[in-house]
């Protein structure tokens, strides 16, 4: 995540991640009536002082992809609001010597999604070109360069983030990661790709991707090993409560939204899947193999209409 340090939960500046339990009881993680996934932050309690922490919610995928592999996510909503930082993103089981690839990631109500990776020394993004159709905005992916800002790519649409990727009814991230590089795509609902799908999505079809970190410039078989998946929700943070940050689309300070609960009637993911496929490779093989399309999270809650509980085959609640 953009701007963060390991654990991410140190930079959940009042917000409190939950046990698997907690998140139960709360209702914080459960399945909708349509059968699709929601996680969210507590919008029913009101805080009693500033020191006030709000619950939300992490959750991590038990196996890890690997190069070689895409992974597919589709939503209808995703978190926003003032001092919200929501997540989708991977992280290397040795961190930063691993990498990390942030999906999905905005704060506050920016209204576009941004990409990045976060490396060693060594992984840079080339700059715009025509082999992607995101603003990059940062090119140095070391994570002790710029706070740990990493290298950006915005999306250019404003439909990839907050109230706008709402009122279409959501849409559909794409994240490739082969020997070529890592290539990202964001798809609105309605221009999802028919293939997207289907057991053999093919993103060669798909146009230019929103971001490319070609291998050329980033040799990711170097700067990348085997990837957790996570969902989150920050609350604040170093990110979406610097000031400077923070400034830029809200007024006050970050902190003093945390004790109403209002704040955070839009702070929730609803997925309809997560699914991920490899290219038959070696590198791509990781725990429960993958090979092919393994479908994971929410598209096997659905696939089968097994209890929330059965998140912890694939996702667990950190």
């Not at 709360?26 to 507590?42: C, M, P």
């Not at 922490?53 to 978190?79: C, F, N, Y």
């Not at 209204?111 to 995101?134: M, V």
């Not at 700067?223 to 610097?242: E, H, K, V």
Request: charged share 10%; proline share 4%.
């Amino acid at each position: 995540m953009t701007g963060s340090s390991l654990p991410v939960l140190m930079a959940l500046r009042q917000g409190m991640y939950q046990s698997r339990s907690a998140a139960f009881s709360q209702n914080l993680a459960y399945i909708n009536s349509v059968g699709n996934a929601v996680i969210k932050v507590d919008n029913k309690t009101v805080g009693l002082n500033a020191a006030y922490g709000r619950a939300s919610v992490r959750i991590s995928s038990k196996t890890t992809v690997k190069e070689g592999s895409l992974i597919l996510m589709e939503a209808r909503h995703v978190p926003y609001g003032c001092s919200v930082w929501p997540a989708f993103w991977t992280q290397g089981t040795n961190w930063p010597s691993n990498g990390e690839i942030d999906i999905f990631e905005g704060v506050n109500v920016v209204t576009s999604n941004t990409y990045t990776l976060h490396t060693l020394n060594g992984c840079i993004h080339p700059g715009n070109s025509s082999a992607e159709t995101g603003i990059v905005t940062t090119t140095d992916c070391f994570n002790a360069t710029n706070g740990n800002s990493g290298c950006s790519v915005r999306e250019m649409t404003d439909k990839s983030y907050g109230e706008g990727f709402a009122c279409i009814g959501g849409g559909a991230f794409a994240t490739l990661w082969n020997t070529a590089g890592i290539s990202t795509w964001f798809f609105p609902n309605g221009s999802i790709p028919s293939d997207f799908y289907g057991s053999s999505p093919n993103p060669a079809s798909w146009g230019t991707p929103s971001a490319y970190w070609p291998s050329t410039s980033c040799n990711t078989t170097k700067f990348f090993g085997p990837q957790t998946m996570i969902f989150d929700i920050t609350l604040c943070g170093n990110y979406a409560g610097a000031t400077s940050v923070f400034d830029q689309t809200c007024y006050g300070v970050c902190t003093d939204l945390i004790m109403t609960p209002t704040h955070y009637d839009n702070a929730y993911f609803e997925i309809v899947s997560v699914r991920t496929y490899s290219d038959g490779s070696d590198t791509a093989k990781t725990g429960a193999a993958l090979g092919g399309a393994s479908r994971m999270f929410v598209e096997v809650w659905k696939t089968i209409g097994i209890p929330l509980a059965s998140i912890l085959l694939v996702f667990i609640l950190a």
